[in-house]
């Protein structure tokens, strides 16, 4: 089945830094790839997502990658603001999972500091 | 609009006792929801699988008898965890996806604690 791994685990960045969240996936048949962002105690929101036919996707400050070649896509968050800390998880869904089951990686705590 | 709603947000109930956790997608029709269970500041595990109208499909490891899942409309499934043990105390959470779309949209979560 699907593997997600997600790395860092912890990223501290100063406001106005970048910050960059990096996937690999297993199953080179899994064709849709979203990135969540979870408060504390909150539910995990849907930010920005990428198809498998398609290498980049931006809005606003946000964007994600996606080289299936190498099976791997990447959130990148510039101009990064204390609001935007928060746990990020990706995810990766399998095409013969047939209802879209999402497989997520790890998580990644990002704290931006002032 | 995609907003999916859970109750209760919070529960705690004795040992021994059974609890149903309700999710409902409140402006969109939900041909399939999924279940997860998430452990402090780890990922999110799916649980099952629901489809309208039939059987829910359970992750491997899940006990079926245990959790049972019921998507009995196009907005709401209901989770039952049957004799709840304190091991069975987590955070809770569904989504709810529309037929032909991606995007998978989640609940606010309810915090099970079984004393």
């Known amino acids: 089945g699907e593997n997600v791994e997600q790395h860092p685990s912890t990223l501290s960045v100063q406001e106005g830094d970048s910050a960059v969240i990096k996937c690999t996936y297993s199953d080179s048949a899994s064709n849709y790839f979203p990135w969540y962002k979870q408060e504390l105690g909150k539910r995990p929101q849907l930010i920005i997502d990428?198809?498998?036919?398609?290498g980049e996707k931006k809005d606003q400050r946000i964007a994600v990658t996606l080289n299936k070649t190498a099976k791997h896509f990447s959130l990148h968050i510039t101009e990064t603001q204390p609001e935007d800390s928060a746990v990020y998880f990706c995810?990766?869904?399998?095409?013969?999972?047939?209802?879209?089951?999402?497989?997520f990686g790890t998580g990644t705590r990002l704290l931006v500091s002032p | 609009g995609a907003v999916v709603s859970q109750h209760p947000s919070r529960v705690i109930c004795k040992s021994g006792t059974s609890v149903k956790i309700e999710c409902r997608s409140l402006d969109f029709q939900a041909t399939t929801m999924f279940w997860y269970r998430q452990f402090p500041k780890k990922s999110l595990m799916l649980m099952a699988t629901?489809?309208?109208?039939?059987?829910?499909?359970?992750e491997q490891g899940v006990e079926k008898d245990k959790f049972l899942i019921n998507h009995a409309s196009l907005t709401l499934s209901t989770l039952t965890v049957t004799s709840a043990h304190p091991e069975d105390s987590s955070f809770y959470i569904c989504?709810?996806?529309?037929?032909?779309?991606?995007?998978?949209?989640f609940g606010p979560g309810t915090r099970l604690t079984v004393t």
């Open positions: 629901s489809n309208e109208g039939s059987k829910a499909t359970y």
């Open positions: 995810a990766a869904s399998p095409m013969n999972t047939g209802f879209q089951k999402l497989v």
């Open positions: 990428i198809r498998s036919n398609v």
């Open positions: 989504s709810a996806r529309e037929h032909y779309s991606y995007e998978q949209y």
